[in-house]
Each structure stands twice: as structure tokens, then as C-alpha cells.
């Protein structure tokens, strides 16, 4: 099992701090790297060839877009497609983060969509999904986010290349609160159980900072971590790989104590 740690720059960074990163992360990645973690990085649109290129052609981190149209091409002002964020060096495509729902209007169906049109291009879909606190409140939560999935994946072939991000809203965020194991395990065991053997990784998102990560990463289901504000600094998010890793490997030791001889 691979763990996927990866940090979603939001607006922030110009293409000089996006490189700076870049070339920190390239340099701790050759320095061994971190077994058993998948590393990825989100920078913005216009800093995704800089990161790209800042980490070379060997690296084990996965650079992606945090959106992209459904369309290819067309008169869609201030948008990017799946093949402009492809040839800029993304090799995947958040969909469907909750700031994108709330303030641009992405619905269950345009994340469909986007799915659909990330797929089609060979590209990895990351889809965010969670609930708002109203709706954690009247006991709905599970049912909201298993809703939102399936209309994300509705029509997509298996074996597709799909990674589920369970961000509860009122998670995210300067105003999000961190969430207890108990309350996440919930939704993550559904999660699980509905679309473990399908997608490629089932991450946790939302106030994950190095204090939290451990317990986080060891919530059932949970194979990763969708980091904002703590990984914005380049030790921030070089603490949670090693964090990672160390989880990683001693699933590791457990595992193989485990098998029968
Ligand atoms: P945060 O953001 O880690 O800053 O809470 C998480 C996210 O939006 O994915």
C-alpha cells in the first residue's frame, strides 16, 4: 500500500517561490525519498511548468492542476483545459474542491465532467469531496459525501485512475476546526467499503498539520493526506512525508510479521 501526501498551493506562491519549493523537494527526494509515500504537488496554474521543470525529469512527485475545464479547448475566458494543464507538466487534476463548489460553481455534475474529461486524457482525477457543518449536524454527512462520489464517478470505466480526498468543509481552512479520528472514521469506513478496491487512494483533508498526521494517516480507510496551509512552507510539508514514511514502514514490519510462513 502507498501512501499519497501531497499539498494543494491554493492562490498563493509566485513562479520564484513555487521553484524554490520545487528544488528543496527535488533535493530531499534525492536524498533517499520516502518509501511507501507518493508524494504530489498542486501549484497554480501558472506555476505548474516551473515546478515541473524545478524537479526534473526523475522525480518521483507528481505535479497536477487544482482545476481544469471538461471541454479541450474553446471560449471559456479565464479557463485552462485538461490538455493545456497536461502540457504544462500535470499529470493529474483536483476536482471538485470545496472552494471551487462554493464560489465557482462547480456542481456535482461539472465535477462528473471534469472527471470524465481528466480520465479521457490519461491524466489522474483527484476528486474532493465533504460535507458542511449544517450537514454534519443533521446526521447527514455519510450519506452526502457517498452521494457526492457517485456522482463523480457516475459513468467512469473501471480501473481508472481516480483518487477520493474526503475534506469535511468545516475542516478547511484558516476558520476550520481539526477534526477527532471519530468523527472522519465515519465517513472514511463508508467510503471505504464502497470504493476501496476501485480508487487508487482514499486521502483525508482539512487542518492536517505534523501533529495530527499520524493519527490521521492510521484513520480506517485512509491511504493519504490533502495538505493546505501546513505544506505551504517546504519544511512543513517535508516533516509530513517523513511522517509518512515512518507510518508507511511500520505498516510495513506489521504486515510482514503477519504473513504465514
Ligand atoms: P488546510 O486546507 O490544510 O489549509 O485546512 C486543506 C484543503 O483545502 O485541502
Redesign the pocket.
Known amino acids: 500500500m502507498v501512501l499519497w501526501v501531497g499539498t494543494?498551493w491554493k492562490m498563493n506562491k509566485t513562479r520564484a517561490e513555487a521553484a524554490s519549493f520545487a528544488t528543496r523537494l527535488r533535493d530531499a527526494a534525492a536524498g533517499g525519498g520516502w518509501p511507501g509515500v507518493q508524494p504530489f504537488v498542486v501549484p497554480p496554474a501558472t506555476a505548474i511548468s516551473v515546478v515541473r521543470d524545478a524537479l526534473g525529469p526523475e522525480s518521483p512527485v507528481v505535479v497536477g492542476a487544482q482545476n481544469a475545464h471538461w471541454e479541450d479547448a474553446g471560449a471559456w475566458t479565464g479557463e485552462v483545459s485538461v490538455p493545456q494543464v497536461a502540457d504544462a507538466g500535470a499529470t493529474l487534476v483536483e476536482i471538485g474542491?470545496s472552494e471551487r463548489r462554493e464560489h465557482f460553481g462547480d456542481t456535482d455534475r461539472t465535477v462528473n465532467q471534469k472527471v470524465q474529461a481528466t480520465l479521457r486524457h490519461g491524466l489522474t482525477a483527484l476528486v474532493c469531496v465533504g460535507e458542511s457543518a449544517e450537514v454534519r449536524a443533521a446526521g447527514d454527512a455519510r450519506q452526502h459525501v457517498l452521494s457526492q462520489v457517485a456522482a463523480a464517478v457516475d459513468r467512469v470505466p473501471a480501473g481508472s485512475r481516480v483518487l477520493l480526498a474526503y475534506?469535511p468543509v468545516w475542516?478547511?481552512?484558516e476558520k476550520?476546526r481539526e477534526p477527532t479520528v471519530d468523527e472522519i472514521a465515519e465517513v472514511t469506513r463508508a467510503l471505504d467499503a464502497e470504493y476501496g478496491a476501485v480508487v487508487t487512494a482514499l486521502l483525508y483533508?482539512?487542518?492536517?498539520n505534523p501533529g495530527n498526521a499520524r493519527d490521521l494517516l492510521h484513520t480506517p480507510g485512509v491511504t493519504g493526506l490533502?495538505?493546505?496551509?501546513?505544506a505551504w512552507d517546504v519544511n512543513g510539508y517535508l516533516d509530513l512525508l517523513r511522517i509518512a514514511a515512518d507510518v508507511a514502514h511500520k505498516a510495513g514490519q506489521v504486515s510482514a510479521m503477519t504473513v504465514p510462513h
Open positions: 494543494s474542491h475534506e475542516a478547511i481552512g476550520g483533508g482539512g487542518s492536517v490533502f495538505v493546505g496551509r501546513s
